[in-house]
């Protein structure tokens, strides 16, 4: 346990936040995930968190994403570093349960967001519903997902982790996506590193890096890697006018996408448009974006070269 907890905190780069791929059915499309790892690995992504946010995981059945884990962990072998399987969003024991699974097959970590419904006023609440679920993985290192603009539950997250650990033997950091840079200093400042904070908010990379990060678990990742390996390699040989020029184009895209519609639709919209796969819609709640949307953004896009940036 202690050498798979020492290699996440070692482990420097970018991971992806998968779609998840429907069929026009509705169904759920696994079939793509081995062409979706080499997109990665093509685009120097290292790794995945599967079933989070950009994948829908609230959104899909236990069966859904026992399934989709599956697909990702044997993909994965021998190509990505990590694969991060988010289990919450859940009942908890659908949510242990996943955990179990997760671990059985072979994930490298477990993550859980919050309860999304009923939700903890204090941090001794969370922590219980955290550990039960870690406990169902004893050999799993075990990330907290913090997304509160998603979930509602604002953490301070430093004392919050500190407290944890204390109840959660196999907690080892935090998918951090929030663009609080004074929790997230707080964090990073805590004697010995305990915990390795995965950056979720893409959009702040640049403003992440002095403070010590150095990994980042994103959407945009899947099709503008390449821009976000330009700011961390400006930032390492001390270019920081090319990493601002560079965290600039990305910002750019961003409120593109942005101004069109929701956000996991348009970037699905955006991935269809100009990968090599076709993810499909996303499922109800959300609705796809319309033909409209699209092309405003796309048009949009290509002004800014976005379709250069995805190597096939």
């Given at each position: 346990?202690?050498?798979?907890?020492?290699?996440?905190?070692?482990?420097?780069?970018?991971?992806?936040?998968?779609?998840?791929?429907?069929?026009?059915?509705?169904?759920?499309?696994?079939?793509?995930?081995?062409?979706?790892?080499?997109?990665?690995?093509?685009?120097?992504?290292?790794?995945?968190?599967?079933?989070?946010?950009?994948?829908?995981?609230?959104?899909?059945?236990?069966?859904?994403?026992?399934?989709?884990?599956?697909?990702?962990?044997?993909?994965?072998?021998?190509?990505?570093?990590?694969?991060?399987?988010?289990?919450?969003?859940?009942?908890?024991?659908?949510?242990?349960?996943?955990?179990?699974?997760?671990?059985?097959?072979?994930?490298?970590?477990i993550a859980?967001?919050?309860?999304?419904?009923?939700?903890?006023?204090?941090?001794?609440?969370?922590?219980?519903?955290?550990?039960?679920?870690?406990?169902?993985?004893?050999?799993?290192?075990?990330?907290?997902?913090?997304?509160?603009?998603?979930?509602?539950?604002?953490?301070?997250?430093?004392?919050?982790?500190?407290?944890?650990?204390?109840?959660?033997?196999?907690?080892?950091?935090?998918?951090?996506?929030?663009?609080d840079l004074?929790?997230?200093?707080?964090?990073?400042q805590l004697?010995?590193?305990?915990?390795?904070?995965?950056?979720?908010?893409?959009?702040?990379?640049?403003?992440?890096?002095?403070?010590?990060?150095?990994?980042?678990?994103?959407?945009?990742?899947?099709?503008?890697?390449?821009?976000?390996?330009?700011?961390?390699?400006?930032?390492?040989?001390?270019?920081?006018?090319?990493?601002?020029?560079?965290?600039?184009?990305?910002?750019?895209?961003?409120?593109?996408?942005?101004?069109?519609?929701?956000?996991?639709?348009?970037?699905?919209?955006?991935?269809?448009?100009?990968?090599?796969?076709?993810?499909?819609?996303?499922?109800?709640?959300?609705?796809?974006?319309?033909?409209?949307?699209?092309?405003?953004?796309?048009?949009?896009?290509?002004?800014?070269?976005?379709?250069?940036?995805?190597?096939?």
């Amino acid at each position: 346990m202690n050498e798979q907890i020492e290699m996440i905190k070692r482990f420097e780069g970018l991971l992806s936040a998968p779609f998840t791929a429907f069929f026009q059915n509705g169904k759920v499309n696994v079939d793509i995930i081995p062409k979706y790892v080499d997109l990665l690995c093509t685009n120097n992504v290292r790794g995945a968190f599967v079933n989070g946010t950009t994948g829908e995981g609230p959104s899909l059945t236990m069966e859904e994403r026992k399934l989709t884990a599956e697909k990702w962990i044997i993909a994965g072998k021998g190509k990505l570093d990590l694969i991060v399987t988010q289990v919450g969003g859940c009942n908890i024991n659908d949510a242990k349960e996943l955990a179990r699974h997760a671990e059985q097959h072979g994930a490298t970590a477990i993550a859980s967001l919050p309860p999304l419904y009923y939700k903890p006023t204090e941090n001794r609440d969370l922590i219980s519903y955290l550990a039960a679920i870690a406990s169902a993985a004893p050999n799993t290192p075990f990330l907290y997902y913090h997304i509160p603009s998603y979930t509602g539950i604002n953490v301070k997250l430093d004392q919050f982790l500190c407290e944890a650990k204390l109840r959660i033997p196999t907690l080892c950091g935090a998918k951090y996506t929030s663009t609080d840079l004074r929790d997230l200093f707080l964090c990073q400042q805590l004697e010995g590193k305990p915990f390795k904070l995965f950056l979720g908010a893409d959009e702040i990379m640049l403003a992440a890096l002095p403070l010590g990060v150095t990994a980042a678990i994103g959407a945009t990742y899947n099709f503008m890697a390449p821009l976000s390996h330009k700011v961390i390699q400006a930032y390492k040989t001390c270019d920081f006018s090319e990493a601002r020029q560079e965290q600039g184009r990305i910002l750019k895209v961003v409120e593109v996408i942005l101004k069109q519609g929701p956000l996991i639709s348009m970037i699905k919209a955006v991935m269809n448009n100009i990968g090599p796969l076709d993810f499909g819609n996303p499922r109800p709640p959300l609705q796809p974006a319309s033909e409209q949307e699209v092309t405003a953004m796309m048009k949009e896009l290509r002004a800014l070269k976005l379709e250069n940036l995805v190597q096939e």
